[in-house]
């Protein structure tokens, strides 16, 4: 299993609790998150199924995309970029 953590600006719009889930790749497993939490993944996901551009998707401590694999025990951390001035 992998643990999937979302910020908390993310879970300011959708109740979105970390969640344990399967999959090979990081875009198996949020699809699997998205099955639970279906209002999440238009947070996350544009309507073409990629990343949208100010959320930002990490595997343990690197940068990660949805193809990235993903191994048990690791963890993904689903971050909505913050802006303004």
């Known amino acids: 299993m992998v643990r999937v953590c979302f910020t908390p600006n993310l879970r300011r719009y959708v109740a ?5 889930a399967s999959g090979d790749t990081v875009g198996e497993v949020l699809a699997q998150v998205f099955a ?13 199924s990629r990343l949208r551009r100010h959320v930002t998707v990490y595997l343990n401590d690197r ?11 690791d963890e993904v951390y689903v971050m909505q970029a913050l802006s303004g001035g």
């Open 16 to 20: 979105c609790p970390s969640l344990n």
């Open 36 to 48: 639970q939490q279906p209002r999440l993944k238009s947070y996350v996901l544009d309507d073409q």
């Open 63 to 73: 940068k990660a995309e949805l193809a990235t694999a993903v191994a048990t025990g």
